[in-house]
């Protein structure tokens, strides 16, 4: 094994995933710990720029909440004047202020009713759609990330962002924050009521709220820190958990079941532990804020009932009051659950933040070119590597100044032990990075200036890894080109000799490949890989490892295809089985990030250099 | 789309929510004295409340009427001290329950994850781990939420109501029958909703489901979304999905908002009701002020309670599909730890295979004994053995039919086939990752049906084609493969073997973290560790998957080198794509057509099987680049 520096053991990978090495450098603890970098205040931005658009239908939802409780809090304003004014009133044989009463409370009963259907369904408009398009940044921002992102913040991550986090903010929005304002609406209501009916009792009860704040501060306070605790506890029992699930082959067949229980047992009992010291915490505060509001109640009570038997105040004022009170206070167990659905949404929202702030470290451009009008009839295009640097952001150079021109048409294949730069080569073609120095040009254009469509119209790659998404065979050969026909479709499959095993599953091409019957090998795996790849229909092709699982036959049967396939375009061919080479206009071996051979196989082969010697120990192992 | 297999099953069967969350009864069975506990406070705290309006009454039609300030201060008192009981239940309520009902979450949690570490092999390729997650943590929210809330309160608030009806009606019976008016249509209204409302929760879940999958397979699959240029397609995808979620989503919330109208405005008709009538009996004087005030007060504090009722159903209702997800997966059949006890459940099945001459094979005592080489049935022996995935249609032809193998002891087999022909799935027979639908295998002379599957694995030592590294340090992912008193040694050696001593380089050497949340190493290093991992423990039966498909020449060479030595005393298969590998092993088999239809040395099978030559036969090996079109010529 050849490690080009000490640090960097194998910096690049055959299959396709650089190794963004990990030592402990301040940028890589970040990822690590799972806190990424958001400047300060990112996430009230984040959570300003969510809601800045449905602003109107925050304020329709807002006047409507403002209707409904006036027509709930004018219950015991009614109370007050029927035992003030209609009793009297009535003994006078006056039933007018009665039938007003009776009315009265009718239409605010229905206006309620029908106010809060009307709440409730536009908040949860509101809410939907800021959810909606919340789960939609992230997923295109994370689709929008470079690969190397990807391979830094693992799927299990960006999985728990896009449903976890945003299920917490669902939580914070469809509870709290309907709470938090019907609560708050409530409250001034009511003060102001109290406030009308009796200045002094209404001053009592406002005054109550200061205890009642200071309590809510410091719930806050500690719940805060138990929240983090358990939002920590639960993402270690979710990797353990996602780790368990997707290894279960090797967890079976190397009895892990109860070394696993064990690790297991661990995280969740700790994830028990601060779950338990959250609904605690509750539990303390439940406990204070009923002391204060009860206490609150009897004073107000005593000193009203003090003044009514003085004849000061009116019977039917206290009556209201007392109503009100109740009201007042029956929505503080509610604050606590909007505190908590607060507390963890903006913990989650502190990392979606986080995670939006990363920006692209490939980006597209701003003002983006096309490709020059292909020079001849045939579909290849010219590739030039001119002056490249690349290193990955942990140090150490892949390649340190690269230069390569690719003539439109020609077949390359490239060779050389692991780490020579192969796979960072087709990479930076690819465009999964770009060089920190230098330019990669197609038919004379900086790939950085060619759109995404363009740019895949341009340079397509075949990696090792065959990926199949749920849908049909057909949909996922269809991937190359959304818009082909059945026919193009099968005609790919044929081409690369896909079309017989795919005739006998269940269903042919409509069978799903998460379905029954399914089970796709490898193997033909990558034969699907390859005939989306044709599909596809690109001027550059590069195929990165890509025949690494299939058998002598079917690699046959691939090669047979690529020289029908890739004549007139130009491809670039990875393989540490020199089979490939053999199909090969071209070839190139690579060694330390520098080309250190370059000619046509036949010339190389007869040589007596590294390809040489490459080839005898190759011949050899064919036996 | 869907993921959840068992959604079908679910829907055509008659739910019930009740019958879903009497399922729950053995994870709450050891805390029932506490929830039972709890239930009861929160009954006294709630009904302590009730209580208060009676001293307002009191106090109006007694000390306030009497102007007697002594009286006043007395029913303050009392409110003071009802106000500070109720607080007090309410908290010990809480208190009870918080440590309790944490753990019934963790302790579900737990179950979950031990069942599903057991569940075959065929049961996690159906399901998409987001699924499963999502069972093991949201659904598990839902329920210890349940606990905690709906269901000590649909309890407490029915007894509540009950109570202060009561109350009103001894005060005032007519009155107390006009506000018990709008009751049954409530409940009507309730009975509704529930099943409505219960139908649109579970597409909600399953479409968060979906969603879940969406979000996974495009952050697995990012390389080929970027390579073809497809993230607009991808979040098309996404944006249907979750536009059809959020619909869901607004029509639940449209059910809750009918709910909550109704809930909201009939009690308050009631109740203004009862004020017109309670005022024309004030006036008439068959009424006191202070019954009134009481009894509005009553009525109020009861809103609450009703109010509830709602978003009580709506919980237990989300409980009870949390419920159904949760026990989809708890009822699905684990694998039984296997052995003497069990019958050997598939040998009956299909016909025997024509050698049944384990006679003399070595039985129980064959562990003690290593390598009982000379016995006739030692060694890895496959007789008749049929194999069909268990979710395959059973009228479907097996994927392998009567395979019959026999690897002597200590002799290394490959085994060779076309892409698609089961080899990887003959190797899973092995170990026991999928039972053999028919036909035997047998260890020694031991059917792998009658051994426990913990002695059976610790048997065999499996390398995966995919080489999955848990999140550990490089040392204890593979020493994984070796029994607990391995040590460094061990480690050594075989990480030599397996040309694995990149592993001593690295920036904490063994010691480094790999897996999700570790160093990520290229794939070829991986499969190197892997290899170590089946390897270190020396076991007696090694099963290699395509062990160095990721390894370029020189590295394959070296392995190989290696490899030979281990093999050497090892009875192994191996499957094989490429004829280095398949030097590795003393003899091929070639698996066509669902049986081993050759079996002999490279060298022979190369001459007598067409077939073993057309596989093995290096593309073009003989010619140049341009007559590689017509294969190798044959």
Same mark, same amino acid.
């Not at chain 1, 006036?70 to 035992?83: D, E, F, H, R």
């Not at chain 2, 208190?95 to 963790?106: D, I, M, T």
């Not at chain 2, 009703?306 to 684990?334: H, K, N």
């Given at each position: 094994?050849t490690?080009?520096?000490?640090?960097?053991?194998?910096r690049?990978?055959?299959?396709?995933?650089?190794?963004?090495?990990?030592?402990?450098?301040?940028?890589?603890?970040l #990822?690590?710990?799972?806190?990424?970098?958001?400047p300060?205040?990112?996430?009230?931005?984040?959570l300003?720029?969510?809601?800045?658009p449905?602003?109107?239908?925050?304020?329709?939802?807002?006047?409507?909440?403002l209707?409904q409780q006036?027509?709930?809090?004018?219950?015991?304003?009614?109370?007050?004047?029927?035992?003030?004014r209609a009793?009297?009133?009535?003994?006078?044989?006056?039933?007018g202020?009665?039938?007003?009463v009776?009315a009265?409370?009718?239409?605010?009963?229905?206006?309620?009713?029908a106010?809060?259907?009307?709440?409730?369904? *536009?908040?949860?408009?509101?809410?939907?759609?800021?959810?909606l398009?919340?789960?939609?940044?992230i997923?295109?921002?994370?689709?929008?990330?470079?690969?190397?992102?990807?391979?830094?913040?693992?799927?299990g991550?960006?999985?728990?962002?896009?449903?976890?986090?945003?299920?917490?903010?669902?939580?914070?929005? @469809?509870?709290?924050?309907?709470?938090?304002?019907?609560?708050?609406?409530?409250?001034?209501?009511?003060?102001?009521?109290?406030?009308w +009916?009796?200045?002094?009792l209404?001053?009592?009860?406002?005054?109550? #709220?200061?205890?009642?704040?200071?309590?809510?501060?410091?719930?806050?306070?500690?719940?805060?820190?138990?929240?983090?605790?358990?939002s920590?506890a639960?993402?270690?029992v979710?990797?353990?958990?996602?780790?368990?699930?997707?290894?279960?082959?090797?967890?079976?067949?190397?009895?892990?079941?109860d070394?696993? @229980?064990?690790?297991?047992?661990?995280?969740?009992?700790?994830?028990?532990?601060?779950?338990?010291?959250?609904?605690?915490?509750?539990?303390?505060?439940v406990?204070?804020?009923r002391?204060?509001?009860n206490?609150?109640?009897?004073?107000?009570?005593?000193?009203?009932?003090?003044?009514?038997a003085?004849?000061?105040?009116a +019977?039917? &004022?206290?009556?209201? *009051?007392?109503?009100?009170?109740r009201?007042?206070? @029956?929505?503080?167990?509610?604050?606590?659950?909007?505190l908590?659905?607060?507390?963890?949404?903006?913990?989650?929202l502190?990392?979606i933040?986080?995670?939006?702030?990363?920006?692209?470290?490939?980006?597209?451009?701003?003002?983006?070119?096309?490709l020059?009008?292909?020079?001849?009839?045939?579909?290849g %295009?010219?590739?030039?590597?001119?002056?490249?640097?690349f290193?990955?952001?942990?140090?150490?150079?892949?390649?340190?100044?690269f230069?390569?021109?690719?003539?439109a048409?020609?077949?390359?294949?490239?060779?050389?032990?692991?780490?020579?730069?192969?796979s960072?080569l087709?990479?930076?073609?690819?465009?999964?990075?770009?060089?920190?120095?230098?330019?990669?040009?197609l038919?004379?254009?900086?790939?950085?200036?060619?759109?995404?469509?363009e740019?895949?119209?341009?340079?397509?790659?075949?990696?090792?890894?065959?990926?199949?998404?749920?849908?049909?065979?057909?949909?996922?050969?269809?991937?190359g080109?959304?818009?082909?026909?059945?026919?193009e479709?099968?005609?790919?499959?044929?081409?690369?000799?896909a079309?017989?095993?795919?005739?006998?599953?269940?269903?042919?091409?409509?069978?799903?490949?998460?379905?029954?019957?399914?089970?796709?090998?490898?193997g033909?795996?990558?034969?699907?890989?390859?005939?989306?790849?044709?599909?596809?229909?690109?001027?550059?092709?590069?195929?990165?490892?890509?025949?690494?699982?299939?058998?002598?036959?079917?690699?046959?049967?691939?090669?047979?295809?690529?020289?029908?396939v890739?004549?007139?375009?130009?491809?670039?061919?990875?393989a540490?089985r020199?089979?490939?080479?053999?199909i090969a206009?071209r070839?190139?071996?690579?060694?330390?990030?520098?080309?250190?051979? @370059?000619?046509?196989?036949?010339?190389?082969?007869?040589?007596t250099?590294?390809?040489?010697?490459?080839?005898?120990?190759?011949?050899?192992?064919?036996? | 789309?869907?993921?959840?297999?068992?959604?079908?099953?679910a829907?055509?069967?008659?739910?019930?929510?009740?019958?879903?969350?009497?399922?729950?009864?053995?994870?709450?069975?050891?805390?029932?004295?506490?929830?039972?506990?709890?239930?009861?406070?929160?009954?006294?705290?709630?009904?302590v409340?009730?209580?208060?309006?009676?001293?307002?009454?009191w106090?109006?039609?007694?000390?306030?009427?009497d102007?007697d300030?002594?009286?006043?201060?007395?029913?303050?008192?009392?409110?003071?001290?009802?106000?500070?009981?109720?607080?007090?239940l309410f908290?010990?309520?809480r208190?009870?329950?918080?440590?309790?009902?944490?753990?019934?979450?963790?302790g579900?949690?737990?179950d979950?994850?031990?069942?599903l570490?057991?569940?075959?092999?065929?049961?996690?390729?159906?399901?998409?781990?987001?699924?499963?997650?999502?069972?093991?943590?949201?659904?598990?929210?839902?329920?210890?939420?349940?606990?905690? #809330?709906?269901?000590?309160?649909?309890?407490?608030?029915?007894v509540?109501?009950?109570?202060?009806?009561?109350?009103?009606?001894?005060?005032?019976?007519?009155?107390?029958?006009?506000i018990?008016?709008?009751?049954?249509?409530?409940?009507?209204?309730c009975?509704?909703?529930?099943?409505?409302?219960s139908?649109?929760?579970?597409r909600?879940?399953?479409?968060?489901?979906?969603?879940?999958?969406?979000?996974?397979?495009?952050?697995?699959?990012?390389?080929?979304?970027?390579?073809?240029?497809?993230?607009?397609?991808?979040?098309?995808?996404?944006?249907e999905?979750s536009?059809?979620?959020?619909?869901?989503?607004?029509?639940?919330a449209?059910? !809750?908002?009918?709910?909550?109208?109704?809930?909201?405005a009939?009690?308050?008709?009631?109740?203004?009701?009862?004020?017109?009538?309670?005022?024309?009996?004030?006036?008439?004087?068959?009424?006191?002020?202070?019954?009134?005030?009481?009894?509005?007060s009553?009525?109020?504090?009861?809103?609450?309670?009703?109010?509830?009722?709602?978003?009580?159903?709506?919980?237990?209702?989300?409980?009870?599909?949390?419920?159904?997800?949760?026990?989809?997966?708890?009822?699905?059949? &684990?694998?039984?730890?296997?052995?003497p006890d069990?019958?050997?459940?598939?040998?009956?099945?299909?016909?025997?295979?024509?050698a &049944?001459?384990?006679?003399?094979?070595?039985?129980?005592?064959?562990?003690?004994?290593?390598?009982?080489?000379?016995?006739?049935?030692?060694?890895?022996?496959?007789?008749?053995?049929?194999?069909r995935?268990?979710?395959?249609?059973?009228?479907?032809?097996p994927?392998?039919d009567?395979?019959?193998?026999?690897?002597?002891?200590?002799?290394s087999?490959?085994?060779?086939?076309?892409?698609?022909?089961?080899?990887?799935?003959?190797?899973?027979? &092995?170990?026991?990752?999928?039972?053999?639908?028919?036909?035997?295998?047998?260890?020694?002379?031991?059917?792998?049906?009658?051994?426990?599957?913990?002695? !059976?694995?610790s048997?065999?030592?499996?390398? #995966?084609?995919?080489?999955?590294l848990?999140?550990?340090?490089v040392?204890?992912?593979?020493?994984?493969?070796?029994?607990?008193?391995a040590?460094?040694?061990?480690?050594? %050696?075989?990480?030599?073997?397996?040309?694995?001593?990149?592993?001593h380089?690295?920036? $904490?050497?063994?010691?480094t973290?790999v897996?999700? $949340?570790?160093?990520?190493?290229?794939?070829?290093?991986?499969?190197?560790?892997?290899?170590?991992?089946?390897v270190?423990?020396?076991?007696r039966?090694?099963?290699?998957?395509?062990?160095?498909?990721?390894?370029?020449?020189?590295t394959?060479?070296?392995?190989?080198?290696?490899?030979? $030595?281990?093999?050497a005393?090892?009875?192994?298969l191996?499957?094989?794509?490429?004829?280095?590998?398949v030097?590795?092993?003393?003899?091929?088999?070639?698996?066509?057509?669902?049986?081993?239809?050759?079996?002999?040395?490279? $060298?022979?099978?190369?001459?007598?099987?067409?077939?073993?030559?057309?596989?093995?036969?290096?593309?073009?090996?003989?010619?140049?680049?341009?007559?590689?079109?017509?294969?190798?010529?044959?």
């Open positions: 094994m490690a080009p520096t000490a640090t960097a053991p194998e690049e990978q055959p299959e396709g995933e650089p190794a963004p090495e990990k030592p402990a450098l301040a940028a890589d603890d #990822f690590d710990r799972d806190v990424l970098p958001s300060p205040g990112a996430t009230a931005v984040l300003r720029s969510l809601l800045a449905m602003r109107a239908r925050v304020a329709l939802t807002t006047f409507l909440l209707l006036a027509a709930v809090q004018a219950g015991p304003l009614l109370v007050a004047y029927a035992i003030d009793v009297p009133a009535l003994r006078d044989d006056d039933h202020p009665l039938v007003a009776g009265g409370y009718l239409l605010c009963s229905l206006a309620a009713g106010l809060q259907y009307a709440f409730v369904a *536009a908040a949860a408009r509101v809410s939907q759609d800021v959810l398009d919340l789960r939609g940044r997923f295109g921002h994370a689709q929008a990330l470079s690969v190397d992102f990807h391979e830094r913040y693992t799927s991550r960006l999985i728990s962002r896009s449903t976890t986090d945003v299920e917490s903010l669902r939580e914070l929005l @469809d509870e709290g924050l309907q709470e938090l304002v019907t609560v708050v609406l409530s409250f001034v209501y009511i003060a102001a009521l109290l406030l +009916l009796d200045l002094g209404g001053a009592v009860a406002v005054a109550s #709220f200061v205890p009642l704040y200071g309590l809510m501060r410091m719930y806050q306070r500690r719940a805060g820190r138990v929240y983090r605790q358990r920590t639960i993402a270690a979710i990797v353990k958990f996602v780790e368990t699930m997707n290894g279960i082959r090797p967890v079976r067949a190397f009895r892990r079941e070394a696993n @229980d064990a690790d297991f047992a661990v995280l969740n009992r700790r994830h028990e532990r601060t779950n338990g010291d959250a609904l605690l915490e509750m539990a303390r505060y406990v204070g804020s002391l204060v509001a206490t609150a109640v009897a004073g107000i009570v005593l000193w009203g009932a003090y003044r009514v003085d004849g000061t105040l +019977l039917g &004022v206290l009556a209201a *009051a007392v109503l009100y009170l009201r007042l206070y @029956d929505p503080i167990d509610r604050l606590g659950m909007f908590n659905s607060y507390q963890s949404a903006a913990a989650s502190e990392k933040a986080g995670l939006l702030a990363q920006t692209p470290s490939v980006p597209e451009p701003a003002a983006p070119k096309e020059p009008a292909p020079a001849s009839e045939h579909p %295009r010219e590739v030039v590597f001119d002056g490249v640097r290193g990955y952001r942990t140090g150490g150079e892949v390649l340190p100044r230069d390569l021109t690719i003539p048409g020609q077949t390359v294949a490239v060779v050389g032990s692991t780490g020579a730069g192969k960072t087709a990479k930076l073609l690819a465009r999964f990075y770009d060089p920190s120095d230098g330019r990669v040009l038919d004379g254009t900086d790939l950085r200036d060619l759109a995404v469509p740019l895949r119209r341009g340079v397509v790659m075949v990696t090792q890894e065959a990926f199949l998404f749920s849908g049909t065979v057909a949909e996922n050969i269809a991937i080109r959304p818009e082909a026909t059945r026919e479709i099968e005609g790919a499959a044929k081409a690369i000799g079309h017989d095993f795919i005739a006998a599953l269940p269903d042919g091409y409509d069978t799903d490949v998460r379905k029954r019957g399914g089970r796709i090998s490898a033909q795996r990558q034969l699907v890989a390859f005939a989306r790849a044709l599909l596809a229909d690109p001027a550059v092709l590069i195929l990165d490892e890509a025949t690494s699982s299939l058998d002598i036959p079917g690699e046959r049967a691939v090669q047979r295809a690529m020289t029908t890739l004549k007139g375009r130009t491809a670039v061919v990875i540490h020199l089979s490939t080479v053999e206009d070839v190139l071996v690579m060694e330390h990030g520098g080309i250190v051979e @370059d000619g046509t196989p036949t010339e190389l082969t007869a040589g250099g590294r390809f040489a010697d490459l080839h005898r120990a190759w011949r050899d192992s064919l036996a | 789309m869907s993921t959840t297999p068992a959604l079908a099953k829907s055509t069967e008659e739910r019930s929510t009740v019958r879903a969350l009497l399922r729950l009864w053995p994870y709450v069975r050891p805390v029932r004295a506490r929830l039972a506990t709890a239930a009861c406070v929160a009954i006294v705290a709630s009904c409340g009730l209580v208060i309006p009676l001293v307002l009454k106090m109006v039609d007694g000390p306030v009427a102007r300030p002594a009286g006043v201060w007395l029913g303050a008192l009392y409110l003071l001290l009802l106000g500070l009981v109720e607080a007090l908290g010990l309520r208190w009870l329950v918080a440590r309790p009902l944490a753990g019934v979450e963790a579900m949690r737990a979950l994850y031990r069942h570490q057991r569940l075959p092999v065929a049961f996690h390729d159906r399901w998409a781990s987001g699924q499963l997650l999502s069972r093991g943590t949201t659904d598990l929210m839902l329920l210890r939420m349940f606990l905690a #809330f709906p269901l000590t309160f649909l309890l407490v608030n029915g509540t109501i009950l109570v202060g009806v009561g109350i009103m009606l001894v005060q005032d019976w007519t009155l107390g029958l006009v018990l008016g709008p009751a049954i249509p409530v409940m009507i209204t009975a509704v909703f529930e099943k409505k409302y139908a649109v929760a579970r909600a879940q399953d479409q968060v489901g979906d969603l879940t999958t969406v979000v996974e397979e495009s952050v697995l699959g990012i390389r080929i979304i970027k390579g073809f240029g497809r993230h607009r397609s991808q979040a098309r995808a996404f944006h999905l536009h059809t979620l959020r619909g869901t989503e607004l029509r639940k449209r059910l !809750l908002a009918a709910i909550w109208a109704v809930i909201v009939l009690p308050e008709v009631a109740i203004g009701a009862a004020l017109v009538v309670g005022t024309v009996q004030v006036a008439d004087g068959s009424l006191s002020a202070g019954t009134l005030v009481a009894f509005l009553t009525a109020l504090a009861l809103r609450w309670p009703v109010e509830s009722i709602g978003f009580l159903l709506a919980m237990s209702q989300e409980a009870a599909t949390a419920t159904d997800r949760y026990f989809e997966v708890m009822d699905a059949e &684990v694998e039984e730890p296997g052995g069990e019958p050997a459940a598939v040998s009956g099945g299909g016909p025997r295979g024509p &049944v001459r384990g006679a003399a094979a070595p039985t129980r005592a064959a562990p003690a004994a290593r390598l009982p080489a000379a016995a006739a049935g030692g060694g890895l022996r496959f007789e008749g053995v049929r194999f995935y268990p979710d395959a249609p059973p009228d479907s032809p994927l392998l009567r395979v019959d193998l026999h690897i002597r002891p200590g002799e087999m490959a085994l060779v086939g076309a892409t698609g022909s089961g080899k990887t799935t003959l190797t899973a027979l &092995v170990p026991r990752l999928h039972e053999v639908t028919a036909g035997r295998i047998t260890l020694d002379g031991e059917d792998i049906a009658a051994l426990p599957r913990e002695e !059976l694995r048997m065999v030592a499996v390398a #995966f084609e995919e080489p999955t848990f999140s550990a340090t040392g204890e992912n593979v020493l994984m493969g070796a029994g607990g008193d040590g460094e040694e061990e480690l050594g %050696r075989a990480l030599a073997v397996a040309q694995a001593d990149f592993a380089a690295l920036p $904490q050497g063994t010691g973290q897996g999700e $949340q570790g160093l990520s190493l290229s794939g070829g290093q991986r499969q190197r560790l892997a290899l170590a991992r089946a270190v423990g020396t076991p039966f090694l099963v290699l998957d395509d062990p160095l498909s990721a390894l370029d020449v020189h394959e060479a070296a392995v190989e080198a290696a490899l030979r $030595q281990v093999l005393d090892t009875t192994a191996i499957v094989a794509h490429r004829p280095s590998t030097l590795l092993a003393d003899r091929v088999a070639l698996l066509s057509g669902g049986r081993i239809s050759a079996v002999g040395t490279h $060298q022979q099978l190369l001459r007598t099987s067409a077939e073993y030559a057309h596989l093995m036969s290096g593309p073009a090996a003989h010619e140049g680049p341009e007559g590689s079109r017509e294969g190798d010529g044959r």
